[in-house]
């Protein structure tokens, strides 16, 4: 089984429904990250929490909340989306000090 | 602010060729850079890291030296090999509690035999 688990790994919806895409990780470590992918922008951060009580808002948090329900687990979710919320999404952790993410394989969102 | 900058793609070479795919930055302080790569349809995968200047990063053939005086960590690989096909992505760490890693916008690598 992978390390960092994503659900689910491809989504189809319609604007305006609510989204969440879920991460679980079995590595222990205690920081854990949403990025955005999309073709020509490379990795955009959403959100990212150090621990299960720190929540921080990344380059791109409009328009997207989280949750870390435990330290293996971290949701994000899109209240209500739009078209262009259509991405690659990747969830991601890592150890204090190394600063090596460890990647989920992706969820990937197409918004109608 | 802090960033990173890579060289746009794609970039398509034949099989045994030179790669070189160059990396530059910005940032205060001193950093640690990276170099994650990601084949078609996976999540990214360290491929190589430097923590300091001087330092040379090593893996599977591709190779990165950080070059402080130049703000540079060009990765470059001797023979490519099509299995190479994969997009490559230049990252920093500010190494400071409560960062996060900064990504280049990726190198899309294209290998044919």
């Known amino acids: 089984d992978a390390d960092v688990t994503q659900t689910p790994r491809n989504r189809i919806t319609k604007t305006g429904k609510r989204i969440m895409l879920e991460c679980s990780q079995t590595k222990g470590h205690d920081r854990m990250y949403w990025y955005r992918q999309d073709p020509g922008l490379g990795l955009q951060l959403i959100y990212y929490?150090?621990?299960?009580?720190?929540?921080n808002k990344g380059e791109i948090s409009d328009g997207y909340s989280v949750s870390r329900q435990a330290q293996a687990k971290f949701s994000l979710s899109l209240e209500s989306a739009i078209p262009n919320q259509t991405a690659l999404y990747f969830c991601?952790?890592?150890?204090?000090?190394?600063?090596?993410?460890?990647f989920g394989e992706g969820s990937r969102l197409t918004v109608l | 602010g802090d960033s990173v900058t890579q060289m746009e793609g794609p970039v398509t070479l034949s099989e045994e060729a030179f790669l070189t795919i160059n990396c530059t930055y910005t940032?205060?302080?001193?950093?640690?850079l990276f170099w994650y790569v990601q084949y078609p349809g996976e999540g990214l995968q360290l491929l190589l890291k430097a923590t300091k200047a001087d330092d040379k990063g090593s893996n599977k053939g591709f190779e990165a030296t950080y070059r402080k005086e130049t703000t540079s960590f060009h990765l470059e690989k001797g023979s490519v090999q099509v299995s190479d096909s994969a997009v490559y992505f230049c990252a920093l760490s500010r190494n400071q509690a409560g960062t996060a890693l900064i990504f280049g916008k990726g190198t899309t690598l294209s290998v044919s035999s």
């Open positions: 940032a205060t302080g001193y950093p640690s």
């Open positions: 991601a952790t890592s150890d204090y000090g190394t600063g090596e993410l460890f």
């Open positions: 929490s150090f621990d299960v009580k720190d929540i």
